[in-house]
């Protein structure tokens, strides 16, 4: 079974501060990792997805970044956090069905002021 | 460009009735539609999903019809209870690694 630990889980950061958001993964071995974030009310945006160890795709020009140092760790990433960065940031894990069947964490909540 | 269109953005029924979300897609390269419920504080879990190759799927109380010519999926929940109450994304995907979802369908049960 998949296991996602995001952390922090809440988080209120001044604008033009950085940003780091870590998950990590138990399971499966090299798996897909993906980033999504949830506007208030909002559908779900894919962000940065990773199917290995240093591999990135973005999908969305922004000032944030990702990183996978480790193959169960993925990071997230802003040196500048803007108002518009707010939202619910969610950390998602590829199951063994394919693309479509995802495992998501708790999520992490930002508030940029 | 959002790639499945959802509707409603909410619907609120009573306990017993049957709230149906729809979508809509263009992408013929589409292969996997899942349905994901999504609580609030919470991430999104998988629900149920279908391949177009099939017109029906029935998970307990939570149906997907399929129309593979009219590029339609629609989700039904049966005999709909207070905790079914949550958002409802419907999504699909290729062979990319990457889902596309739905804006979601915030479902109301009232007891």
């Known amino acids: 079974s998949q296991t996602i630990h995001q952390w922090p889980a809440t988080l209120v950061q001044p604008v033009g501060s950085p940003l780091s958001l870590e998950c990590t993964v138990e399971g499966t071995s090299n798996p897909n990792l993906y980033w999504y974030r949830q506007a208030a009310g909002r559908g779900l945006q894919l962000l940065f997805y990773?199917?290995?160890?240093?591999?990135i795709s973005s999908e969305v020009p922004q000032n944030l970044s990702a990183s996978r140092p480790q193959d169960r760790q993925f990071i997230l990433s802003s040196k500048k956090l803007l108002l518009s960065d707010s939202g619910f940031y969610l950390c998602?894990?590829?199951?063994?069905?394919?693309?479509?069947?995802?495992?998501f964490g708790e999520g992490s909540r930002l508030t940029v002021l | 460009q959002q790639q499945v269109k959802q509707s409603p953005q909410s619907l609120i029924v009573q306990k017993g009735g049957i709230p149906i979300i729809n979508c809509a897609y263009e992408?013929?390269?589409?292969?996997?539609f899942p349905w994901y419920q999504q609580f609030p504080g919470k991430g999104p879990a998988l629900l149920i999903a279908i391949r177009p190759d099939v017109s029906e799927k029935k998970e307990g109380r939570f149906t997907i019809s399929f129309n593979k010519s009219a590029k339609q999926f629609s989700l039904h929940i049966m005999d709909s209870q207070p905790g079914d109450s949550a958002t409802y994304f419907c999504a699909a995907s290729s062979s990319d690694y990457k889902l596309s979802f739905g804006a979601g369908t915030t479902v109301t049960v009232r007891a």
């Open positions: 992408n013929t390269a589409f292969d996997y």
């Open positions: 998602a894990q590829g199951g063994l069905a394919g693309p479509g069947e995802l495992f």
């Open positions: 990773s199917v290995g160890i240093g591999q």
